[in-house]
């Protein structure tokens, strides 16, 4: 997926007069009307499927960016835009500060990955400093697309669709896994999957000549993460991982290996 495909000037709006989180809404209804694919559905049922989805949890994050989104079951494809809000609004973010920069993504009930993609690729400004502040700060659409294409797009051009690697990235940190989990979600759109185990030592205590090594309370619960990804992401996914697993030398509790595959067909959901 590229975000070019979908997030676009004639989908972003600078300033807004909304007071409260209700007021914001309807307003991100009412810019994502002006695309065909909601033709069928009024500004009211739109807002009505963000809020109930804010209902659930708010889409405040930190650092002044929010997403809000919702699902359509007949929709056909995607509709992303952006709101600015120069004086920031309380969206209930969960560091409890306004929020400046308002994401919103419109999608088919039925594309749940490719949702979760664009999620994931924009909750990557999120650990950007300053890029909030940057985006509300600019005075047209066009700054903001630019700005927001340059950060979310991956610097290196996909050189072929086969071309691809497999990851292997064994967790046993669970203060890792979900960092990790979310550097997949944002590289591929599907094709990754968790699988949960336990370390050697657990299956090894229970045969008699190597029961004095280890014991029930020595038991290490292990999260695999396979994920299929094109190979020119792969250097920027390891260095990512690496980046968080990166305290001191020589620790343990994170295997990270990659296979070049050389066929691939399918893909699954998340």
Known sequence: ???????????????????????????????????????????????????????????????????????????????????????????????????????????????????????????????????????????TPDDILQFVLSRLQPKDEVVSQKEKCMFQVFVQKEEYFEEILKIFASAVPGSVTVLETNNAGNYLHHLPLFSAFWSEESRIATKLIIGIIERSFCNDVIRRINMINSEKDGQTGVLITVQDLLFTSGAIEF
Not at 27 to 49: C, G, N, R
């Open 1 to 139: 997926m590229n975000m070019t495909t979908y997030f676009t000037a004639a989908h972003i709006k600078i300033g807004t007069n909304a007071k409260n989180r209700a007021d914001l809404l309807y307003e991100i209804a009412q810019l994502a009307k002006k695309s065909p694919l909601l033709s069928k559905h009024s500004t009211d049922e739109v807002y009505t499927a963000l809020l109930a989805r804010e209902n659930i949890g708010s889409t405040g994050f930190e650092n002044g960016i929010a997403i809000p989104h919702c699902m359509f079951e007949d929709l056909t494809d995607f509709v992303v835009g952006l709101i600015t809000v120069p004086q920031g609004i309380d969206f209930n973010a969960y560091d409890k500060k306004p929020t400046f920069v308002f994401f919103f993504i419109i999608g088919p009930a039925g594309k749940r990955s490719q949702h979760i993609f664009l999620l994931s690729s924009i909750s990557k400004l999120l650990n950007v400093p300053g890029a909030a502040s940057n985006i509300a700060g600019f005075s």
